[in-house]
């Protein structure tokens, strides 16, 4: 292959990068709708006693999510793992620490303390944290996607 082609295949990835990486960030209210579900999900836990409700809140949580996915794929044309190899896993491993903790905490709160609600504060701090953590995985998997080539 010759060097000008390699140049102009280059160029040509630069930019399908560059427009990929315009593509890939969600709306504006993508984020705190998922931290909206998320907060539906943990907090169903202490619903856990409630027979039906419980299970409602779990189905709500669940179609929550299958909606945001389908949102996404819908208005980006793609899904991107959050899980995927890279710089994003830093992010990953952020989340689940601080999920562990958190859950863990509200848990031992609830179980061995008898404080009943303490899923639902658990969802709160858990929503909210989500909302800003997705946020800062897509400025990283943004600047990924912009650099390097």
């Known amino acids: ?4 082609t390699a140049a102009a295949q280059l160029a040509a990835l630069r930019t399908d990068r560059a427009q990929l990486a315009a ?3 969600p709306p504006w209210w993508y ?12 907090a169903a836990i202490s619903l856990r006693y409630a027979g039906w409700v419980y299970f409602a809140a779990l189905a709500v949580g669940v179609g929550g999510l299958w909606a945001l996915v389908a949102a996404y794929k819908r208005i980006t044309g793609l899904w991107v793992s959050g899980l995927r190899p890279g ?3 830093r992010v990953i491993r952020v989340w689940v620490i601080a999920y562990a903790l958190v ?10 303390f008898g404080v009943r609600w303490a899923m639902v504060a658990a969802g709160a701090v858990l929503g909210f944290g989500v909302t800003f953590l997705g946020r ?6 943004v ?6 080539l």
Request: proline share 5%.
């Open 1 to 4: 292959m010759d060097p000008s």
């Open 143 to 148: 600047a990924e996607l912009r650099e390097g």
């Open 31 to 42: 984020d705190p709708c998922l931290g909206l579900v998320v907060f539906v999900l943990v």
């Open 103 to 112: 859950v863990t905490t509200a848990l031992v709160a609830d179980q061995e």
């Open 87 to 89: 710089r994003t896993r």
């Open 23 to 25: 593509r890939v960030v």
């Open 136 to 141: 800062w995985w897509t400025r990283v998997y």
